[in-house]
């Protein structure tokens, strides 16, 4: 993986796949951030229907990803994992540049940054 690329684990992947296989029309997968919570920004994963003039496509593990240039700044680099603990399960971001998140886990402060 090039060090700005998003990447998906396998596992992310294949649960991924699983998800769009039961829609219609959906290419991939959309990642990015919007400004809400205590911290910053809060990272929002959707599926897309299309790619617009100002995203970014990467591949990995047999997946679009798409990202908008706003939200690739902040994701540069960053690898999704899919994870299960408990009752609970969803994407985990191992995000480089991620300086810090807030208590309860729901949103990040950007290195460089300050809010």
């Known amino acids: 993986m090039n060090k700005s690329d ?3 684990t396998e596992r992310a992947a294949r649960h991924v ?3 769009l296989s039961r829609q219609q029309g959906e290419l991939g997968l959309r990642v990015g951030v919007k400004p809400t919570g205590c ?3 809060q990272y929002v994963v959707e599926a897309a229907e299309r790619i617009n003039d100002n995203d970014q496509l990467f591949e990995s593990n047999g997946v ?6 706003q939200s690739f700044q902040y994701l540069s680099g960053t ?3 899919y994870v299960k603990e408990g009752v609970s399960e969803g994407f985990r ?13 729901e949103s990040f402060t950007i ?3 300050t809010n």
Request: charged share 20%.
């Open 111 to 113: 290195s460089g940054e």
């Open 93 to 105: 971001f191992n995000n480089p540049n991620v300086q810090a998140t807030c208590g309860c886990g």
């Open 39 to 41: 911290s910053g920004y």
């Open 79 to 81: 690898e999704l994992d």
């Open 6 to 8: 998003i990447a998906l």
């Open 17 to 19: 796949k699983n998800y």
């Open 64 to 69: 679009k990803i798409i990202i908008d240039d």
